[in-house]
């Protein structure tokens, strides 16, 4: 223990006396200094102003530096120096940290992208590249480059590419050094950090003083982080994507396109060399600027030499390039749209995704959108409207102008649309009339007759295609004078006939019973969903029922092939599906309906429609037909001051439905009311689209029609619906008619021409007089004119016989009356021995043979066109002897039947 007590001891010692050393002798040294210092000081004057002056002096100051203590001190003040800048330099970058991080770099490939929006026909066939009113850039993927393009950029802008880590030093002090000889001006910024320039500060770059310092800082921030993130040849990517190459041009591949008609892929060695040289100055450089041609020329030229002095490429291949004539090679400048394909549809469809997805959206670009057409269908249908104006038909008819759209009927989708008779027509041919609000005329009346068919239930009358609404004058209804296109009504006619003959009567007694309110519901819910809504303010009545309000020709389609779906709506569509430029999809088609017409109703609809042989008094034969294509149709006609100034056709099949306008952009008269013209259009269009579109993709063949629901009546040809009850209104009744006017009997009529028929009686439910149907073809509205009870009635004069043996001549002198004669039947005992035709006054001959003695009895009887009658009789006396003659004459007893 005592010996363990005594080393610890010792131990203690020994630091105690190293520790005291070390203080004496750093007091030692202290004092040292201080004495020097002393004595230092007591060399100087005492006077503070001359002490200081004496300190300053040169020959001290440079002594003091280059002494010991003085470079100790110059190393203490260097070293805070550069503690003080890393400091202050860290917290900068500290500073400007947080902004850099709400960039966020790692998204820089999202912001390089495409900002043309490619706009496709349902097939994948382009029909435009919306380049916007701004800047754009088409991006491609790195191998979708030239690597031409790739050498000559990085000989240009940033040799030391591969191998600085976003900041290239070397490239500052070169740039410097370049610059300060005189030499052309070069920046020292990387294309990393150009990259980052263009991406994130664009708006800044342009500061190029002490306001752009924080701008700097955050771009070598970037471009270091960017450089951590992507790969060389992505950057590299990115760069070429997102340099702007002259004009709106931003993009390699842009501008390979534009200037070269090529891709970016296939650009060559002097096509690569200019468009390197482009980006330091793309507004100089654009070679569609003719004042800088020289400067592009010489700066391609040098992109040439860099790519040499890099041996990227050889000398001689350099020349080669220089001696290519490239500005004979730039394409010439084309207006954006001029190769635009179905502009009306694509520029309709391009502000419909503004209104759904905001303008700021769409006009972001980068948007790859496949929509409903089909440029099989929108070429043909493009081509015939051409060949309708060159004709000259339209033009000699007032014509100027017309629109057509051609509509999916399955699933309502816009297949072909053309607003106008050309896009690029001067005056109007940029307005899309297919879009245009216009009066529809008469295509407007299936939806009212459609509302009339509607089940009323059992204590209303209901209606189907045989119903009669009379045609006749209803002015005192109609608040106006109402006229047929004709100028005359046609009495008792049913709804097949009104419809097909398009008479406006019928179809405004029918908004009469329904309603107008109702009637213009169901005509929107089909489709035409703005009609009436122009003039809502002003009023609407029962002109609607004729097409007086105005409506889309788009949304006329879509109700029509509502009837051809059966009575199925589905919403107008026009984009099957839009994409941005990372892939997400920002709307899809999807297949909406709703049941908005019974099926027994459109069915009735579409069968009067599809009666060719119903509509031919108005328009003639096969004027609507479809070569081989099953189709109903129904035209209209709208006028001004009296005069046709729009025609319409609307024509539909299970497969199509299509309309097409005619007319002038400024609603002025023409000449013209024959709106079956417009199956000069129709007809190719929907022949084409059938048989070489929808045949061969199984969408159509030539025996469709539509699907008959059941429940449906038929008598004869006329169809009803199921809830419509035959005697509901309706009770039986005797009328005697006269036979040859076909109208009622009068007290005139005389007996021989009344004929008593069967009939059906009901009252008009408008005028709520008495209507009679089933009559056989007799007009049961008029009474017969025909016949006037002072009519001079036919008569026989003489009656007179001689005879050559057994043969017998009969000569009956007869007499017309104020019609002409038409037929005589001359009997002998009852016998015929004459019936014949007559044709006027005069002595009609017959022959008769006796074959027994006796007297016999002869009857004349004629007959004139009118059914007034006469008789006449005589005898005449057989002998026994063969050979005896005889004769008798006489007026017999004449009997006119009145």
């Known amino acids: ?58 020959k001290r100051v440079a002594g003091y530096w280059f002494s010991k203590a003085g470079a100790l001190a110059l190393l203490k003040v260097g070293a805070v120096v550069l503690l003080a800048g890393v400091l202050f330099t860290g917290g900068l970058f500290a500073y400007y940290r947080k902004d850099v991080d709400q960039i966020r770099p790692s998204e820089i490939a999202k912001r390089v992208q495409t900002t043309v929006t490619k706009y496709y026909d349902r097939n994948g066939q382009l029909l435009y590249e919306d380049k916007g009113d701004g800047n754009y850039k088409l991006v491609v993927e790195s191998d979708q480059i030239s690597p031409l393009l790739k050498e000559a950029t990085i000989a240009i802008e940033d040799q030391d590419f591969y191998d600085h880590h976003g900041v290239s030093p070397t490239g500052i002090v070169r740039a410097t050094v370049s610059n300060a000889r005189g030499n052309s001006t070069q920046g020292g910024s990387t294309l990393t950090q150009q990259l980052v320039k263009q991406v994130f500060f664009a708006d800044e770059a342009s500061d190029r003083g002490f ?35 002259g004009g709106r041009r931003n993009g390699a591949e842009s501008a390979a396109q534009t200037y070269f008609g090529k891709p970016a892929l296939e650009l060559n060695l002097p096509e690569s060399a200019m468009l390197a040289a482009i980006p330091n100055q793309p507004g100089l450089y654009d070679p569609y600027n003719e004042a800088g041609h020289t400067a592009l020329i010489t700066r391609q030229h040098n992109v040439l030499d860099k790519m040499v002095s890099q041996n990227f490429i050889t000398r001689q291949e350099a020349d080669d390039a220089k001696a290519y004539a490239i500005l004979d090679t730039i394409q010439p400048l084309v207006t954006d749209g001029a190769d635009i394909s179905a502009p009306h549809f694509v520029l309709s469809v391009r502000s419909q995704l503004e209104r759904e997805l905001g303008k700021a959206t769409v006009g972001q670009g980068g948007l790859s959108v496949t929509t409903t057409l089909d440029k099989r269908i929108q070429d043909k249908l493009q081509e015939q409207v051409g060949a309708f104006f060159a004709s000259g038909t339209p033009e000699s008819f007032g014509i100027s102008n017309a629109a057509a ?183 899809k088609w999807k297949e909406e309906s709703k049941q908005v017409l019974d099926p027994q109703i459109a069915y009735i609809i ?82 084409f689209a059938h048989k070489e579109v929808y045949a ?29 009850n035959r005697r509901q209104g309706q009770s039986n009744a005797k009328l005697t008619f006269d ?49 006037k009870c002072d009519d001079a009635k036919p008569s026989i004069g003489s009656i007179a016989v001689s005879n050559r043996g057994n043969e017998y001549t009969i000569r009956a002198t007869v007499q017309q009356g104020t019609h002409g004669l038409e037929t005589i039947d001359i009997l002998v005992d009852g016998e015929s021995v004459k019936s014949s035709s007559i044709s006027g006054s005069g002595v009609q001959t017959a022959t008769y043979t006796a074959s027994s003695p006796g007297t016999k009895n002869i009857t004349v009887n004629i007959r004139d066109s009118a059914y007034y009658t006469a008789s006449g009789s005589s005898t005449l006396t057989v002998s026994s002897s063969s050979t005896e003659n005889s004769s008798n004459s006489g007026r017999g007893n004449n009997r006119n039947d009145d």
């Open 1 to 58: 223990m005592r010996k363990f007590s005594v080393g610890k001891k010792s131990s203690n010692s020994r630091r105690m006396s190293v520790y005291s050393n070390l203080t004496h002798k750093r007091k030692t040294k202290k004092d040292a200094a201080s004495r020097r210092r002393a004595e230092y000081l007591a060399t100087l004057p005492k006077h503070p102003v001359k002490r200081a002056l004496y300190r300053l002096h040169p």
């Open 211 to 245: 306001g752009g310092i924080p701008r700097k800082i955050k771009e070598i921030i970037l471009a270091i982080e960017v450089e951590r993130m992507y790969d060389k040849n992505d950057i590299l990517a990115l760069y070429l994507n997102e340099s702007p190459y």
């Open 405 to 587: 759209t051609v509509e999916d009927t399955a699933t309502g989708q816009i297949v072909a649309m053309v607003g106008s008779r050309d896009y690029s027509y001067t005056g109007f041919g940029q307005t899309n009339a297919a879009e245009s609000f216009i009066q529809p005329g008469s295509t407007v009346k299936p939806f009212v007759f459609a509302e009339l068919f509607k089940d009323k239930g059992s204590n209303q009358t209901n209606f189907g295609s045989g119903s009669i609404l009379r045609d006749e004058n209803i002015d005192s209804i109609y608040g106006a004078p109402l006229q047929n296109h004709d100028g005359r009504f046609m009495g008792n006619i049913n709804i097949r006939q009104g419809l097909a003959l398009s008479r406006n009567v019928p179809a405004v007694k029918a908004m009469e019973i329904t309603g107008v309110e109702q009637s213009i519901k169901t005509i929107r819910d089909a489709g035409a969903t703005n009609y009436c809504t122009q003039e809502e303010a002003a009023g609407v009545g029962l002109s609607a029922a004729i097409g007086a309000c105005t409506v889309k020709q788009t949304q006329m389609v879509n109700a029509y092939a509502t009837l051809a779906r059966n009575g199925t709506y589905r919403p107008t569509s026009t984009v099957l599906e839009v994409k941005n430029s990372q892939g997400d999809t920002l709307k």
């Open 606 to 687: 579409s069968d009067i429609l599809g009666d060719q042989a119903a509509s031919t008094p108005l328009h003639g034969s096969n004027a609507l037909t479809v070569p081989g294509v099953r189709t109903a149709s129904k035209t209209g006609t709208s006028d001004i001051n009296k005069k046709p100034k729009d025609l319409w056709l609307m024509t539909y099949s299970p497969a199509l439905s299509m309309g097409v306008w005619l007319g002038n952009n400024d609603t002025r008269n023409i000449s013209s009311s024959n709106s079956a013209m417009g199956n000069r259009i129709v007809r190719p269009v929907l022949e």
């Open 696 to 724: 061969p993709e199984g969408k159509w063949n030539s025996n469709a029609w539509f699907d008959r629901p059941e429940g449906i009546q038929q008598q004869g040809k006329e169809l009803y619906p199921s809830w419509w």
């Open 739 to 787: 036979r040859v006017s076909k109208k009622l009997a009068t007290d005139c009529t005389p007996e021989a021409a009344r004929i008593e028929i069967d009939v059906t009686k009901s009252t008009d439910p408008v005028t709520k007089r008495e209507v009679f149907t089933n009559t056989n073809g007799y007009d049961a509205a008029n009474r017969d004119e025909l016949h």
